[in-house]
């Protein structure tokens, strides 16, 4: 079963977050993450897609919503 854990590179070592498995010996598998690892922040999306941006209103744009659904028929069992 494969298990994983985290730590820090730091001249030449790994410093490891937490304790470890039991293990004599294993194989292991270091891969080198990005310096910033922090979580993105929902805001961030804005700076990808950009902000909503429409010349009609609130009120507009929900009647809009609104007339163009469409009723279905009743259904009797």
């Known amino acids: 079963m494969q298990?994983?854990?985290y730590g820090t590179y730091r001249n030449g070592?790994?410093?490891l977050d937490g304790p470890?498995?039991?293990?004599?010996?294993?194989?292991?598998?270091?891969v080198f993450l990005e310096e910033n690892t922090t979580k993105p922040k929902l805001t961030d999306i804005f700076s990808l897609y950009g902000a909503w941006e429409d010349a009609r209103t609130?009120?507009?744009i929900v009647a809009?919503?609104?007339?163009?659904?469409?009723?279905r028929a009743d259904i009797q069992l």
Do not use: G, H, M, Y
């Open 3 to 5: 298990q994983a854990a």
């Open 13 to 15: 070592q790994v410093f």
């Open 20 to 30: 470890t498995p039991a293990l004599n010996e294993t194989k292991v598998i270091v």
């Open 58 to 60: 609130a009120d507009e």
């Open 64 to 71: 809009e919503t609104r007339n163009s659904r469409i009723a």
